[in-house]
């Protein structure tokens, strides 16, 4: 994998940069609301399952090992796909996770192409509106449709807002779970339920729950280079002004089996 200079280390997303540190849970509700997500999906054996924007591949990699699925894991980001990539071979998995380019924008996918859609963290990046009726789109009638987000979990202080929607992860949006739910309901889901709890991925509990062993690892890269100290050194003090007051919540819906003009 191609090493970044430290200019480019420096104005990483914190997503991005934490994959380059070798992290494999990435997503504000940690392996605990992973782990949900799959017993809710009930995914079954050959199920065709899309993992958009997957980061470096590992709840993709968890629905080929644990379900039996044929999954497609895309991302938009080039770094996050290579890691991906690399993550499934590791796993020995080449066959059945495929990874992909795409925008949860504009999929590259045909009506009805999937059995389960999931959007661990990728929705609050975008137009949610637009990226919800993509993912309903390429999700065959009768599928499921399953989404990480953040929420507002009480109400934050000015310095606690603008420190993370201004400075570490600027553009990302997102409020209540009541939105959320009203978001995906608007895109033609049913169904619509949502389990929610606390942002722990960047408590120290969280980081040693979700990465086990592999914590070690993850330490001896963020040690190695003084690029990556400096980017620690900003983001951990500003990332735990934040911390109280986030959650997140794991949307969980169905797309109807027929279209509403159908029943008409
Ligand atoms: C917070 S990370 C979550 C990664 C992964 N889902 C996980 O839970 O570990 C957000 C991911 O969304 C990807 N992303 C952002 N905008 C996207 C878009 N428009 N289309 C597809 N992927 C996108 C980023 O590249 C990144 O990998």
Redesign the pocket.
Known sequence: MATLTSAEVQVL????FL?VLGK?????GGRAS?DRLLAVADVQHRERVL?????????AIRLARECGAEVVA????P??RERAVANVAAARLKDSVQVQD????ALPYPVDSFDVV?????TM??SRPR?AAELVRVTRPGGRVLA?EFYWRRPPTAEARQVFLGEVCPGLRFDSIEEWARIYREAGLIDVETSSGPFDMMTARGFLVDEGAHAITVMAKAMSRLAYLRKMAWLMPRMSRAVPYLGYVLVMAGKPEHAPQDSA
């Open positions: 997303d914190p997503y991005a994959a494999r849970v990435i997503h504000p992973t993992d958009i924007g997957c980061g470096v591949g590992t709840t895309a991302d938009i980001a770094l996050m795409a925008d949860i924008l999931v959007a661990e963290a990728v990046f975008v990226a990480t």
